[in-house]
């Protein structure tokens, strides 16, 4: 588990602009992660509950088209008000969200170098 919470940290430390930093299991339950200090939620108690239920859900469904189309490396989602990240890591999966203005691409790529860094070490 600290090798997760010093994962959190090590992509809350890429960019300001990151706002949320969490891996869920393949339940939905947030196993670590939080906001940024500072930063309020932009959804309501029980929103969070839904949303990672949610993203669970599509990550195990996904998996169903691996063996044709490979592996999912991450899915990306940009709504009105935030970006939204994940990238699956075996059974769960690393949800990051990042403010409306910022350089997505850029993020992604540092967001995914940190995460191999972790599984190659």
Known sequence: MSDLSKLCNGIFDIDEKIRF???IDEMGK???????KGLPSLERDDGSIR????YAINN???????????K????F???QKIKLLTIPMNDNLLLVSM?????????IKK??????KLIRS
Do not use: A, W
Not at 51 to 54: C, E, K, N
Not at 60 to 70: A, H, I, S
Not at 111 to 116: A, E, M, R, S
């Open 51 to 54: 949303l990672y239920l949610g």
């Open 30 to 36: 947030l196993i670590v992660g939080d906001m940024k």
């Open 72 to 75: 999912v490396l991450y899915t």
């Open 111 to 116: 967001i995914l170098n940190t995460v191999n």
């Open 99 to 107: 403010d409306i203005s910022s350089d997505h691409d850029e993020l």
């Open 21 to 23: 930093v969490g891996i």
């Open 60 to 70: 195990v469904l996904r998996r169903d088209f691996d063996n044709v189309f490979g």
């Open 77 to 79: 989602s940009e709504r």
